[in-house]
């Protein structure tokens, strides 16, 4: 296990390697695994594994921004973003190489500072704002 989040709402969020990503019902004190489903890519769940980076596949950051939206991160399948307002994840992978767009897919560490930006860093030293 590497990433555990509690987010403005008293929600916890669980991130580990190999088996998901998981949230606790804090009144019945159980776990719900968030499988992914390929027929419903929009709701939480671990993002979809790549077989070639499987071995190294784990979600290494949960973290909240202002709004207040989720951001996932994970070691080779690239980074969600959930809404819990609209319940829809987003999900960035190696985008095209324009203005904005995440071309990575390594998300490894993130840092909300002061006025509410969302920094992420990958693993190949590129640095985001979100």
Known sequence: MRSIFEDSKGNFWVGTAGDGLHTMDRVRGIFQRHRYDPAHPEKPSRPPVN????????ITFITEDIDPAIWIGTAES???YYDPKTKITKHYELQKDTVGAFTDRTAWWTYTSRDGIVW??????????C
């Open 51 to 58: 077989k070639a980076f499987a071995h190294n596949d784990h």
């Open 78 to 80: 690239g980074l969600n």
């Open 120 to 129: 992420i860093s990958t693993l190949n030293g590129n640095l985001y704002i």
